[in-house]
Each structure stands twice: as C-alpha cells, then as structure tokens.
C-alpha cells in the first residue's frame, strides 16, 4: 500500500449503496471511490450504467467495486445485498441506501399500487436492508446514510404519497440512531433542488427559473453536493447521529 493510497479517508472502507448506477448515486460512488473507499453498487434496472460505472472505477483500482441487482420491492431478497457484500469484501462499514421512487400522486386518483410502489422504494426498503445490515454494521462501528427530500417538512403539492415516504424516512433515521446506538450512526441527507429529473415535461423552464428563485443561492446544486454532505457524515461527523442535513441552498427556508 502506497502512501498515497493509505492517507485516504475512507481507505478499506466498504460501502453498499443502493440505486448508486447513476445521477445522484453515481456522483456519491466517485466522490466516496476517490477516498478509498470499496463499493457494491446496487441497480435495479441501470445495468448498462452500473457497468459502465464498475469499469470505470475498477480501471483506478482493481477489484474495488463489484455490482450487484435486485428489485428493492422484494423484501425477502434485501438480505442478500448484506451477505454478498460481507462474501466478497469480508465486511460492510457503510450502508447508503439512497435508490428511491419519485413521481406525482394526485389525491383522488392515487392507488393502492402507487402507496406500495413509493412506500416501498423509500421507506420499506431501507428499514429491511437496515435491519439486515444491522449485525455486520455492529462488528465494524460503522454507520448509515439515508437520502431523503427537502419537502419532508414542507410536501410538495401533488406529491403526497412520496411525501409521506420521505418523512417517514426521517422518522427512521431517528429512530435507527436509538435502536443502533451506540455502536452504529445513523444520519440522512435531505437534497433540495439537485439535477432535474429525467424526461419529466413537468420540469420545464419556467418551473425550473421558479424553483431557482426560490432557492437563497439562485442555482440548483450538483451531485457532488450530496456526495460532499455524504462522505461528511462518513468520514468526518463521529460524533453526529439521528441528525438530517439539507443539502438544498436553503431553498427550505424560503418556500
């Protein structure tokens, strides 16, 4: 081991991050790669991204991210993300569960399907996998960073059913710092506005100037911006826990 390679802040760390093939995920898989970190990448349906992505980190680092799918809905299949993780690397310190469904649910046509779809995506699957994870987290005092929204206070009308899953997701966070404590932290990040979302004609220009203007520092932000607010509460925060950091150019204040 070089000592360039040892000075890293996440050195021999392992990561499982879910929904990490692109976006948001993607830019917290390079920043946290970039610091020394060892990755499973979870995809559901990015396979082309996912690999595209291996490839490319495996190219600075041999052997230091493998990827793996599963359809997050299937809670029975949640513990296996946990153990192949441990098979391949020997542990896991981190556990970023950041996959996430998003779409409007106006109220009087919301389904049954959709409560079970974003509720599932956004807050079912990140308790299981928790729980899963639990254990091998325990060994490694290491921590877990969930991504939730900056509406959680504020819902976003015509968003209610993803609303609800956001919040209940810090409610989580909360309550997994107690129940975890003291030997694993638990902490989330709540991004505002960060990349648009893809091909959805609802974002168009004039709700994206809108949003901007609501924004205290009159821009959206990048991925690195989460990424930095996730590798913080990693590496840098040990003496934080059951705390939400907004990552949204305090557009929370100004709604």
Not at 59 to 79: C, E, F, G, M, Y
Not at 163 to 178: Q, Y
């Amino acid at each position: 081991m070089n000592l360039e390679t040892s000075n890293k802040a996440l050195n021999n760390k392992v990561v499982l991050i879910t929904g990490g093939a692109k976006r948001v995920g993607a830019a917290i898989c390079r920043m946290l790669h970039a610091e020394g970190a060892q990755l499973m990448v979870h995809y559901r349906s990015s396979a082309f991204e996912a690999r595209g992505l291996q490839t490319e980190l495996n190219l600075s680092r041999p052997d230091s991210v493998k990827i793996i799918q599963a359809d997050l809905l299937d809670t029975a299949a949640l513990p296996t993300l946990v153990s192949k993780t441990v098979k391949h690397f020997g542990k896991i310190d981190v556990l970023i569960n950041n996959a996430s469904s998003y779409y409007s649910t106006e109220l009087g046509q919301i389904n049954e399907e959709n409560w079970l779809d974003l509720m599932g995506s956004n807050l079912k699957a990140p308790l299981f996998l928790s729980q899963a994870a639990a254990p091998a987290l325990r060994q490694t005092n290491g921590c877990i960073v969930n991504i939730t929204d900056m509406h959680i206070e504020r819902p976003k009308k015509g968003y209610i059913v993803y609303s609800v899953s956001k919040a209940g997701l810090v409610t989580l966070t909360k309550s997994l710092a107690h129940e975890l404590s003291p030997d694993v932290r638990v902490n989330a990040v709540a991004p505002g506005p960060v990349l648009w979302p893809d091909d959805n004609p609802q974002f168009d220009e004039v709700y994206r100037q809108r949003v901007i203007s609501q924004t205290l520092l009159k821009r959206i932000g990048e991925g690195n911006d989460v990424a930095k607010a996730v590798k913080f509460l990693i590496a840098d925060a040990p003496f934080i826990t059951g705390h939400v950091l907004a990552v949204d150019g305090g557009r929370s204040l100004n709604l």
